[in-house]
């Protein structure tokens, strides 16, 4: 089969790789569309491994249809269009896949649509509801609010009655977060988050950062009492000093994740994850309440200007990536 192999940053090359069969508990999909994130640049750059075990192929969401099921597997059949979650191997024409992480096509949504989903809705979902427990009438603050789980986690926050500030960096990317429901518009380039959030909302009750280091003390002055930050990138580097003597006077949560080296199983694995997710927010979706919102597609064969654009912060939503038909 033909898969992306990246030979360098800005080298990926479609070219034939051993073909993958499912093993039990798996299904194989033949992809039709990935989705393109920014773990997948920093594995292309020679910065993130994969977990051990899975596919050294990039691509960490597909959707298409299921080309055959391994044993044991009694929820899915051949035929049926589904996205799945991965820990790898979704930039090619099939990919393994444990059932339990398989989802399918919400209604409304074409399935060459539906790769803009399983990563931000698995990282939003398990982040912002089953982690920090974002409640109705909450604010939540979204650093980097037009990318991919930014636009994802404004329209779900909305769906639960919750109040969104974001940041980005242009007027047309606010405007954007405006028309997904974000009430508190923040310039990082030429506006103090802290002090808007801290002015216009008496802090933010929960944070979604992606920056980590360079934004982790300003964070902590622009939560509210009982604040949690959830930080899921290191955009902003990885080391930072932690003052506690601010955290303690206003009980403040400090939560760093991620997903893809998760298990499968267990309370707080994959599985249970994309269970949540599907019973949660693919009604949502169904209601018309969420979207998946896409700004760029390429063909497979143009992977690394793909990713280019994405790291060059060019377009707004998921970048999508054009496999099979």
Known sequence: MLAIVAESTDRLIWREIPDVSPAPGEVLIKVITAGVNRADLLQAAGHYPPPPGASDTLGLEVSGVIAAVGDGVSDWSVGQDVCALLAGGGYAQYVAVPARQVMPVPAGISVADAAALPEVACTVWSNLVMTAHLATGELLLIHGGASGIGTHAIQVATALNSRVAVTAGSLSKLDLCAELGAELLISYRDDDFVARVNKEAGGANVIFDIMGAAYL?????????????????????????????????????????????????????????????????????????????????FPITEAAEAHRVLAAGETFGKVLLTIGQ
Do not use: C, F
């Not at 902003?236 to 932690?242: M, V």
């Not at 599907?278 to 979706?285: A, E, F, R």
């Open 217 to 297: 003390d300003r964070n902590l002055d622009a939560l509210a009492p009982d604040g949690r930050l959830v930080i899921i990138g290191m955009q902003g580097g990885i080391k930072a000093e932690l003052n506690i003597a601010k955290m303690v006077p206003k009980r403040l949560s400090v939560i760093a994740t991620s997903l893809r080296g998760r298990p499968v199983d267990g309370g707080n694995g994959k599985g249970a994850i994309v269970d949540a997710v599907v019973d949660s927010v693919w009604p949502m979706i169904a209601g018309g309440r969420v979207r998946p919102i896409i700004g760029a597609r």
